[in-house]
T-cell receptor, first 112, second 115 residues
Framework: QQQVKQSPQSLIVQKGGISIINCAYE??????FPWYQQFPGKGPALLIA?????SEKKEGRFTISFNKSAKQFSLHIMDSQPGDSATYFC???????????FGTGTSLTVIP | KAGVTQTPRYLIKTRGQQVTLSCSPI?????VSWYQQTPGQGLQFLFE???????NKGNFPGRFSGRQFSNSRSEMNVSTLELGDSALYLC??????????????FGPGTRLTVL
């Protein structure tokens, strides 16, 4: 059973547009939600993370929005650039846990 | 600091064989986790080792096993390979800042193809 559900599976966005990736979770014990970015031939790298005590976290062009009541969180990439083309994974764990549950990934393509 | 290294980067095996993958974590990291990455399934957790002890295990058959050495290097073994074992196997090392989350740093993975 997939603990974290991610959509869409793939996304094509024009340069300068906004990319939005959504995730949903079931386990209310999760309280740490990181996003990872993976380029071809590389392992995933931590991009940005959020805890449920805030509804939004922004780092540069990347923003996580969090809806605790709906058990959903999303990644917004503003002013998307071709260099953002990668696979993005959402994940969930407990703050003091050491097991992460990953979504199935979203392949983002930003067209120049 | 050097990143997480995984060897070999590519492997081709045939059904029924066994394979051993190796992971060297970032210096000072004592936790090593292994994941299987396949299209459509994302990253599936295999197991996690800390100080030579398996601390967590995912829902994989007993054909998948691992170990960690005293220098924190880890190996993963898959016996009696099946076609469905073809995947990218990722290793992640981590350390925990006191009271904070476990930040995982991933290696580039080993691409295993089973024919």
């Amino acid at each position: 059973q997939q603990q974290v559900k991610q959509s869409p599976q793939s996304l094509i966005v024009q340069k300068g547009g906004i990319s939005i990736i959504n995730c949903a979770y079931e386990n209310t014990a999760f309280d740490y939600f990181p996003w990872y970015q993976q380029f071809p031939g590389k392992g995933p790298a931590l991009l940005i993370a959020i805890r449920p005590d805030v509804s939004e976290k922004k780092e540069g062009r990347f923003t996580i929005s969090f809806n605790k009541s709906a058990k959903q969180f999303s990644l917004h990439i503003m002013d998307s650039q071709p260099g953002d083309s990668a696979t993005y994974f959402c994940a969930a764990s407990m703050w003091t846990g050491n097991q992460f549950y990953f979504g199935t990934g979203t392949s983002l393509t930003v067209i120049p | 600091k050097a990143g997480v290294t995984q060897t070999p980067r590519y492997l081709i095996k045939t059904r029924g064989q066994q394979v051993t993958l190796s992971c060297s974590p970032i210096s000072g990291h004592r936790s090593v986790s292994w994941y299987q990455q396949t299209p459509g399934q994302g990253l599936q957790f295999l197991f996690e080792y800390f100080s030579e002890t398996q601390r967590n295990k995912g829902n994989f058959p007993g054909r998948f096993s691992g170990r960690q050495f005293s220098n924190s290097r880890s190996e993963m073994n898959v016996s009696t390979l099946e076609l469905g074992d073809s995947a990218l196997y990722l290793c992640a090392s981590s350390f925990r800042v006191s009271g904070g989350p476990d930040t995982q740093y991933f290696g580039p993975g080993t691409r295993l193809t089973v024919l």
